[in-house]
Nanobody, 118 residues
């Protein structure tokens, strides 16, 4: 079972930037794609971004043009560069792996807290 450990979260002002990191315990090729989800208090967990091994990416409409997902296969790392952050981006961010259906495994790590506030 591949495990993921998220890091890089913190407190940032609106309009600021933050880079999240996800360290995998196994090969990223164990999955069709890697994804970032987030969950705000009182809200459902939602897909933020994903990148397939073949290079295909997808982004939620609310982050297009602001967030960029990337990966380093050799280092077994996945990243999420977040720019122009808004207060509504405040949430716990999680990484996970998905199959070709783009549905995440029903196993989540602790995530990393991102708080956007002035």
């Amino acid at each position: 079972q591949v495990q993921f450990v998220e890091s890089g979260g913190g407190l940032v002002q609106p309009g600021g930037s933050l880079m999240l990191s996800c360290a995998a315990s196994g090969s990223l090729f164990s999955f069709y794609a890697m994804v970032w989800y987030r969950q705000a208090p009182g809200k459902q967990r939602e897909l933020v971004a994903g990148m397939a091994s073949g290079g295909f990416t997808k982004y939620a409409d609310f982050v297009k043009g602001r967030f960029t997902i990337s990966r380093d296969i050799a280092k077994k790392m996945v990243y999420l560069q977040m720019n122009s952050l808004k207060p509504e981006d405040t949430a716990v961010y999680y990484c996970n792996g998905v199959g070709s259906s783009w549905l995440p495994r029903d196993y989540w790590g602790q995530g990393t807290q991102v708080t956007v506030s002035s």
